[in-house]
């Protein structure tokens, strides 16, 4: 009997407690890999890449100042409409480590958004020069790509890296760059082992030159001596194959999954989007998303976002900072947000934030049992014999960099929205569109549920002083009705608990 009164007391302690806790924070789960397929290492479930390339103003807009996550405001007026286009992953070219990104990342984050980021930069010391790799491959180089990667492994929504992207593009960048990728990547990986607080891809983004393609992406996958430590984790294809109306076979869709069906590691396409026949109408992602392609593939993201002058935007950002949707955009949207209702079969319910989840994974047979595969003595049309100063990374990798950690932050309500006008051609958008919606609240809002505090623009700091007493008040009588002498007196203690909070 007395155990049994005890028993009950702890059940009913952590039922109260998780009465307390339940739903008050909604995280977002970070991606692993697993054989060839990108996985929810919470939910278990395949995650399919349907994305975008965002560098507004290109990779020259990288200063002291500006990067394209440092400005909160232009990433409210953008991840809403990254909401609106119904994405789940961006790409992200260049960035300044030395800036702060917290807002921006938890912003995307809130947003249900993944990022993958390249780490390199056209400013000096911040990126291989592919014809003469041994004049910038050096320690001033890797602290920079590893001051990114300090950075931005703790944010949970850093889906992976690029080391690097078409740096092999011609016969003289194959003669000579393709062991520094390889070194790169191995270096990185061996800093996000020693200093990451969780295990990040690395990958590799393509161009898609046929001369190279079998060659580079065998290369950078093969393991060397047996050792997976240069290996890339992911393969990333720039593929602009698909142009206007196309098929399969037309495209060369059906020779790339031919190509790479064997391949070890998850495949994106890391930008597509051929812009030769206008308006765009982006048929190929209904091609891309096909049940063909998935078996090979894990999505893609199209290039680009903003409008540059190579014409590739969906949306046209204008002097003020406003934005003007463009006849891509809603092409693009309209065949994002319909691969989540219709067609396939092995398609399940999709979740609000626009992962397709498969009810069979076929994905599994295609794991291969041993890892990936021995290195060769020689790929074709590419020059792998250049010794490469192996040890210039060492120290840093031991010792680490001291960049700051990234961290999800607290936002104001109205910092979710864009204070940018949106267009979209007859006029100006709802305000809905403008609003970020909230998918994982990630414990950094006050209060979701009490609307009406957030009119009253609340103070952060004293809402989280409530917060957590708040929570601690829960806690504490929690463990009263723990200690109580008997249920009756724990009932009545809850109730009390319960009328209080
Ligand atoms: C980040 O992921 C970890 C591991 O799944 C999880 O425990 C944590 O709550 C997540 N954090 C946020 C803020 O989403
Ligand atoms: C553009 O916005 C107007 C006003 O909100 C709306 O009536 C119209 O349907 C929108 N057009 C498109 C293509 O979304």
């Not at 020259?60 to 609106?84: G, M, N």
């Not at 992406?217 to 093969?222: F, I, M, V």
């Not at 430590?229 to 869709?253: H, K, L, P, R």
């Not at 917060?467 to 723990?482: G, K, S, T, Y």
Request: aromatic share 12%.
């Amino acid at each position: 009997m007395r155990y049994f009164r005890m028993f009950l007391r702890w059940v009913m302690f952590a039922l109260c407690l998780s009465f307390k806790f339940a739903n008050s924070e909604s995280a977002i789960n970070p991606i692993i890999v697993q054989g060839n397929r990108f996985i929810d290492s919470v939910t278990g479930k395949p995650f399919f890449v349907k994305g975008v390339d965002y560098q507004p103003g290109g990779s020259s807009e990288i200063t002291e100042e500006r990067d394209p996550l440092s400005d909160p405001e232009v990433c409210a007026r953008d991840i809403s409409l990254f909401q609106e286009l119904g994405i789940n992953t961006v790409r992200i070219y260049s960035v300044n480590p030395e800036l702060n990104h917290d807002k921006c990342m938890t912003m995307l984050a809130v947003a249900g958004i993944y990022l993958v980021l390249d780490v390199n930069s056209p400013l000096d010391n911040q990126h291989l020069n592919r014809y003469e790799p041994w004049t910038s491959y050096h320690p001033l180089y890797l602290e920079h790509i590893f001051n990114i990667i300090e950075e931005f492994s703790y944010y949970n929504n850093t889906l992976g890296f690029f080391a690097g992207n078409e740096i092999v593009n011609d016969r003289r960048s194959a003669q000579y760059s393709p062991p520094y990728i390889k070194n790169v990547i191995k270096d990185m990986k061996q800093f996000i082992k020693l200093h990451s607080p969780r295990p990040i891809p690395v990958g590799y983004s393509a161009a898609d030159y046929l001369r190279y393609r079998v060659s580079l992406s065998k290369y950078l996958e093969c393991c060397e001596h047996g050792n997976s430590a240069s290996s890339v984790d992911f393969y990333g294809i720039n593929s602009y194959q698909w142009c206007g109306s196309q098929t399969m076979e037309s495209s060369g869709y059906d020779k790339l999954i031919d190509t790479y069906k064997s391949y070890t590691k998850p495949l994106i396409f890391s930008e597509f989007g051929c812009n030769k026949v206008l308006p765009r109408q982006f048929e190929e992602v209904s091609a891309l998303f096909s049940d063909r392609m998935n078996d090979v593939f894990s999505g893609g993201l199209v290039y680009e976002f903003t409008q540059e002058p190579n014409n590739y935007g969906l949306v046209k950002i204008n002097g003020e900072g406003d934005a003007l949707l463009l006849d891509d955009f809603f092409q693009l949207k309209k065949h994002y947000t319909h691969l989540d209702q219709v067609g396939r079969q092995q398609l399940k319910v999709p979740t609000r934030d626009g992962n397709l989840i498969f009810y069979e994974q076929k994905s599994k047979n295609n794991i291969p049992k041993n890892g990936c595969p021995v290195c060769l003595d020689k790929y074709s049309n590419l020059n792998i014999d250049t010794k490469v100063d192996s040890d210039l990374g060492v120290f840093l990798i031991k010792e680490g960099v001291s960049n700051e950690h990234g961290q999800f932050v607290q936002l104001e309500d109205s910092e979710l929205v864009s204070k940018f006008k949106i267009y979209n051609g007859t006029g100006e958008v709802p305000e809905k569109v403008k609003r970020i919606e909230i998918l994982h609240d990630l414990g950094i809002f006050n209060d979701v549920k009490d609307k009406n505090r957030k009119q009253a623009g609340d103070n952060p700091k004293t809402s989280t002083g409530f917060r957590l007493n708040q929570n601690l008040f829960a806690v504490f009588m929690c463990f009263m009705l723990l200690i109580s002498d008997n249920i009756l007196t724990g009932i009545r203690n809850l109730a009390a608990f319960i009328y209080h909070v």
